[in-house]
């Protein structure tokens, strides 16, 4: 199924997939660097990230150990049919072995998504996420 016929949900979880959970880095670079406005804002609980920390953030956590996805769940959703963007709010459950102990533990996570369609393809402009253990 090609991008453009894609719902945003499927979307927004290809690039959740892309960025976080399979496994080859360089997928997950080529990601962000075509997926993520340069201009992105990432909240992680309390915590403002641009695009570089947003990036360094995730070579670290790829660095550091493997993350799994358990599950993921929509709650809600609003797209715009005509420029392909929107929100998604996903609640997802996932995994992080870490590759120096081997520690594994399984995380909650609200995930909002908003994405736009710049330059003629969906482009994430900001995600917010509450994440417990």
Same mark, same amino acid.
């Given at each position: 199924?090609?991008?453009?016929?894609?719902?945003?949900?499927?979307?927004?979880?290809?690039?959740?997939?892309?960025?976080?959970?399979?496994?080859?880095?360089?997928?997950?670079?080529?990601?962000?660097?075509?997926?993520?406005?340069?201009?992105?804002?990432?909240?992680?609980?309390?915590?403002?990230?641009?695009?570089?920390?947003?990036?360094?953030?995730?070579?670290? %956590?790829? $660095? *550091?150990?493997?993350?799994?996805?358990? #599950?993921?769940?929509?709650?809600?959703?609003? =797209?715009? &049919?005509?420029?392909?963007?929107?929100?998604?709010?996903?609640?997802?459950?996932?995994?992080?072995?870490?590759?120096?102990?081997?520690?594994?533990?399984?995380?909650?996570?609200? %995930?909002? $998504? *908003?994405?736009?369609?710049?330059?003629? #393809?969906?482009?994430?402009?900001?995600?917010? =996420?509450? &994440?417990?253990?």
């Amino acid at each position: 199924m090609s991008i453009q016929q894609q719902s945003l949900t499927e979307w927004v979880e290809r690039l959740n997939d892309d960025i976080f959970y399979q496994p080859k880095d360089e997928v997950a670079f080529k990601t962000i660097e075509e997926d993520v406005d340069p201009n992105v804002i990432v909240k992680i609980n309390h915590n403002t990230y641009d695009f570089a920390k947003f990036k360094g953030g995730v070579e670290f %956590v790829r $660095s *550091t150990g493997v993350m799994s996805l358990d #599950k993921s769940e929509e709650l809600i959703r609003w =797209e715009d &049919e005509e420029k392909k963007g929107g929100s998604v709010a996903l609640m997802t459950r996932f995994t992080f072995k870490e590759n120096a102990t081997g520690k594994v533990s399984s995380k909650d996570s609200l %995930v909002i $998504s *908003t994405v736009k369609w710049i330059d003629g #393809k969906r482009k994430l402009v900001e995600l917010t =996420e509450v &994440e417990s253990e």
